[in-house]
């Protein structure tokens, strides 16, 4: 993994920690939230302010993160926005994370000059005991405040002055008037610097968590689904279907159906062409690495010669995205391909929409030979599949995502993916759109399952 490490691309843009100053206020944050101190003089967080160096130390993961639910944080400084979250138990973390610093940034930078700020991320449960349980969670509060108090006593000296300036006597209450002068030499002036933030509610819809192994949970579609990587003991979830990664048809209908994804040469044939290329020499890296193949320096030359050399050794998914590039260089109809066949996901991303993230993050799980989708969309996936890897393919991958990914991560995801959704939530077409979705060879077949109530919903 320290070859990852040092192109950047595992635990990058941590926010180091090194001044006595900044260590001393993260201890007080840590005793105040988990009763524990750390004796390291330097470390790095994320967005959360969790360290792995701390976690080493404690031999706890999860020490601010305790069940797996009810994340808290520590803000030492309002940079920490652009870093990532590490061990996150659900999607929709980080975003909440970055979206509440953002929306009080002023507040928490005058804050965290005086004191870190420590929160949760507040949901209705506090363990997970069974499947069902995730279900009961629907919205995150941010609940946040300084180790001192700031916020807490900002607000409190706020009532004291609305209660000075209307009520009759309030210019000679020299109680009032003496508690007044007492918080404010706590938190300054609150009128030119207002420490107020405002409570924030986030809705969590659909997302992903790590709990169970692993579970993909669509509950704010029309056709609701749980799609777990393994078998998973309930049936008592309430959504529609309850889906495996080996459920290839069934999923293909499910986003097909909730009008979730298109394929990738729906918009530009030129620029899906290039993607699918990359994918091919994607799959004939794997190919070349698992019969020893050198890839620490791989020309073009070099993999046009590789794909003559194992071309008969190249899985089904190698040759049937190369019967669709072949059609789509001559403009000819494409070949019909089924979700049973192993290149129909790698043809699909997500359309534009709210959950694009998360339905790419999907896609990624069943095209794991596109390591370049499984490290920008599902890093977890990619760190766990990455150490069964031969040492030829951790040296082509880490070389080609430092070199070709890194320098340009917009643009490459943009490329890839089409512009992110808004931070509202809400995309361009104000939601899904509404013509019939295709699959990579026209309209995805139905389900035998599918009840005559979805076709009266087809029909609204």
């Known amino acids: ?122 949901n209705t449960i506090f363990s997970i005991r069974t499947p069902l349980d995730l279900f009961d969670i629907r919205t995150i509060d941010v609940e946040a405040d300084t180790v001192g108090g700031h916020v807490e006593a900002g607000d409190e000296l706020t009532d004291k002055i609305q209660r000075f300036m209307t009520e009759p006597d309030g210019w000679w209450d020299d109680v009032l008037i003496a508690d007044m002068v007492e918080l404010s030499k706590h938190t300054g002036d609150i009128i030119r610097t207002p420490i107020a933030l405002q409570p924030q509610s986030f809705e969590q819809g659909n997302f992903y968590t790590s709990h169970y192994g692993g579970l993909y949970v669509f509950r704010n579609v029309k056709r609701t689904a749980c799609i777990s990587r393994q078998h998973l003991e309930a049936d008592d979830l309430p959504v529609k279907h309850i889906l495996t990664l080996q459920n290839r048809r069934e999923i293909a209908s499910f986003l097909s159906r909730n009008k979730l994804v298109e394929p990738v040469f729906e918009t530009d044939k030129r620029r899906a062409e290039s993607i699918l290329r990359q994918k091919l020499d994607f799959i004939v890296i794997d190919t070349a690495a698992n019969r020893g193949e050198d890839l620490s320096d791989v020309s073009r030359r070099d993999l046009r010669a590789l794909k003559r050399k194992h071309h008969r050794d190249l899985p089904d998914e190698y040759h049937d995205l190369e019967r669709v590039v072949r059609q789509l260089v ?131």
């Open 330 to 460: 001559k403009g000819e109809r494409l070949p019909r391909i089924t979700p049973e066949d192993p290149a129909f996901f790698y043809l699909l991303r997500s359309r534009h929409h709210a959950d694009k993230q998360l339905v790419n993050m999907l896609l990624s799980e069943l095209t794991p030979l596109d390591f370049r989708q499984l490290f920008i969309c599902n890093k977890d996936s990619f760190y766990t599949q990455y150490q069964s890897w031969s040492d030829a393919k951790k040296t082509f991958a880490a070389r080609f995502l430092s070199e070709e990914y890194v320098v340009d991560k917009v643009g490459t995801r943009t490329e890839l993916f089409g512009p992110e959704p808004g931070m509202s939530g809400e995309d361009e077409d104000n939601n899904f759109r509404s013509e019939q979705n295709m699959g990579p060879w026209g309209a995805i077949p139905r389900d035998d399952d599918e009840d005559e109530d979805d076709d009266d919903e087809d029909d609204d």
């Open 1 to 122: 993994m320290m070859r990852l490490v040092r192109h950047g691309l595992m635990y990058g843009n941590l926010v180091e920690v090194s001044s006595p100053s900044m260590v001393g206020r993260y201890n007080r944050a840590l005793e105040h939230l988990t009763g524990k101190q750390t004796d390291l003089k330097e470390f790095h967080i994320d967005i959360s302010g969790f360290s792995p160096e701390i976690g080493d130390e404690f031999d706890d993961p999860l020490y601010l993160n305790p069940n797996g639910c009810n994340r808290q944080f520590i803000l030492l400084n309002v940079a920490q926005k652009t870093a990532p979250l590490l061990n996150a138990h659900f999607s929709t973390s980080r975003s909440i994370l970055r979206r509440f610093i953002e929306d009080n940034e002023e507040q928490l930078f005058a804050l965290s000059i005086r004191d870190a700020v420590v929160g949760e991320l507040v």
